[in-house]
C-alpha cells in the first residue's frame, strides 16, 4: 500500500504561482510512476505531469512552459511548481502513484485561479 498527502492548494490571482507537494508512504520503493492529475467540474481527471522511476517526465501540453514537476527521491516527494496560472488552471489536483500492485490517490487539494 502507499499513501499519498498533498499540500500546497489554495487561491491565487491570474498569473500568479503555487507550488503542490505530494508525500508518499508505505510500500515507496515499488513505485515506479507518480506525479499529477485534475479534475475539472463535470470531466474526468486528466493527466498534468507525471515522473516515472527512470526520470522520464510527461506533461500536458497546456502545462507545458508553466509547470514543472521535480522529485526528491530521498523523502518521497514529488512537487509540482506552477507559474503563470491561468483561470481555465481552477480544479482539484490530485497525487498519483502507481506500483505492480496497483495505483493510488491523494484526497485531492483545490487550486482556485481568478482573474
Known amino acids: 500500500q502507499v499513501q499519498l498527502v498533498e499540500s500546497g492548494g489554495g487561491l491565487v490571482q491570474a498569473g500568479g504561482s503555487l507550488r503542490l507537494s505530494c508525500a508518499a508512504s508505505?510500500?515507496?520503493?515499488?513505485?515506479?510512476?507518480m506525479g499529477w492529475f485534475r479534475q475539472f467540474p463535470g470531466k474526468q481527471r486528466e493527466l498534468v505531469a507525471a515522473?516515472?522511476?527512470?526520470?522520464?517526465?510527461n506533461s500536458a501540453d497546456s502545462v507545458k512552459g508553466r509547470f514543472t514537476l521535480s522529485r526528491d527521491n530521498a523523502k518521497n516527494i514529488v512537487y509540482l511548481q506552477m507559474n503563470s496560472l491561468k483561470p481555465e488552471d481552477t480544479a482539484v489536483y490530485y497525487c498519483?502513484?502507481?506500483?505492480?500492485?496497483?495505483?493510488?490517490w491523494g484526497q485531492g487539494t483545490q487550486v482556485t485561479v481568478s482573474s
Open positions: 508505505g510500500s515507496t520503493f515499488s513505485i515506479n510512476y
Open positions: 515522473i516515472s522511476s527512470g526520470g522520464v517526465t
Open positions: 498519483y502513484a502507481r506500483n505492480r500492485m496497483g495505483a493510488y
